[in-house]
Structure formats: structure tokens, C-alpha cells
């Protein structure tokens, strides 16, 4: 078990216990203490290694905590709090990150995008709780899912955390021997993932749980990546 000290990441679970429904959030802080400890092991068996200095998989509970936090604040700001609820107060996570690799990048310590790779379990993948992914799993037996990928400044065209997080999902799938992954995407956002290479759109819907816009879904081999790809985001020439 990973015991946290009288720190940053406790002094935020105190404060949840001083909300309105204290019970009930106390219950779920001690939960999610215990969460905390899967989550990381499930980590630190991953296979990782990074061009980037500023890009890293989470190791510590602080981390955790703060990838969390910008997950609520970016979902709160899209609208998005239906379809990816907080479990706690200011903190978004839900039980798959127990089988996901997660990824940040930061600046002056501070978290400033963030993306998690889903690994195949007993779970299968958060879409199939909605979809059915067989004709996917048939081709890609080894696949993951990319999701909460977040960037805290929104800029026009590719901003470097999106170029980071994008190179990192390809370096967990490389290293850790996994053919695609699939994700789902708002369907105007295509045009972007498909000068990466490898992308296929594999189902188009016209919305996605409480979501009243057009999506795809898609899955991404990394074997077939385009040169722009390798130069822009690996650092390949």
C-alpha cells in the first residue's frame, strides 16, 4: 500500500470531508486512498520511455491528484460533467485508470494536459459499455483505449502538449506490445488525427451517450504512422 503523509494530497481529501454529504464523500476519499495504491502499481509495471522530458507517467499519489483535478476542471469548462461525472468533489477518475496508463506533461509543476491508455481486462474498454467492438478486437487483437486526452490552454493548429500526449500513446503501445487503440473523437477532430497516420475511422455516430454531436470512432495501428508523425511528434527524420 502506498501510505500518504500529511501533505498536499491528504490536506485536499480533509477538505472533502468538510462538504455538505461528509458521510458519503468520506467513504468514497477512504476508497479512493486504496484506489490510489492500484492505480500506481498498475503504473509502474508499464513499459515507458520518452523524448520529452516534460512528459511523464504518473508514479505518485501528488500527480494522480493533480491529473484528476484538471480532468474535472476541463470537463466542467467543455460541459461534460454528465457523460464523465467527478467521483469526488473537483476530482475525475473512474475505475478503469485502475488498468490505464497515465500520462501528463507540466510546466513550472504545473499539470497542463493529460491522456490515459486503457489496457484491455476483464473490463474490456469503456466504448463497449455502449458499443460492440468485435469487428475492431477481429482485426487488433491486442488493443487499448485512448481517452481523457486533455489540454489545459487550447490553441489554433498543434500545440506542443497535444504533439507530447499524441507521441506518448505511441510510445506505450510500441513498448508494451500492443497493435491499435481505439478512441472516440468529436467526428470535426478527423481531419487532424488523419495527417498522424495509421487512423481508419471505424464507426460514425450521430451522438455519444448524454453528447448531442457527431462522433467517430476510430482505431489507430501505430505501425502505419505517417512521416509527418515520426518527424513532428518522434523526432524521426
Known sequence: MVYINKNETVQRLEAVYKQQDSFRNFNKAFIFEKFIDIVLSFNKKVNFESNYENLKLVKTAEELVKVYELRSEIYGNLGYQNEF????????????????????????????STCRLIFDSKRKL????????????????????????????????LSLD??????????????????ASTSVFLQEHFKLYKKLGGFTIERELESYGHLDKPFVISSWNPANVSRFFKKAFLKVS
Open 85 to 112: 461525472p467527478d467521483y469526488l468533489p473537483n476530482m475525475n477518475f473512474d475505475f478503469y485508470d485502475e488498468s490505464s496508463a497515465i500520462i501528463y506533461t507540466e510546466d513550472n509543476k504545473e499539470v497542463t
Open 162 to 179: 497535444f504533439k507530447y500526449l499524441m507521441a506518448g500513446m505511441y510510445y506505450l503501445k510500441t513498448q508494451n506490445e500492443l497493435e
Open 126 to 157: 469503456p466504448i463497449e459499455e455502449k458499443l460492440n467492438l468485435s469487428d475492431i478486437r477481429e482485426k487488433f487483437p491486442k488493443i487499448a483505449e485512448i481517452s481523457r486526452l486533455m489540454v489545459k490552454k487550447e490553441n489554433k493548429g
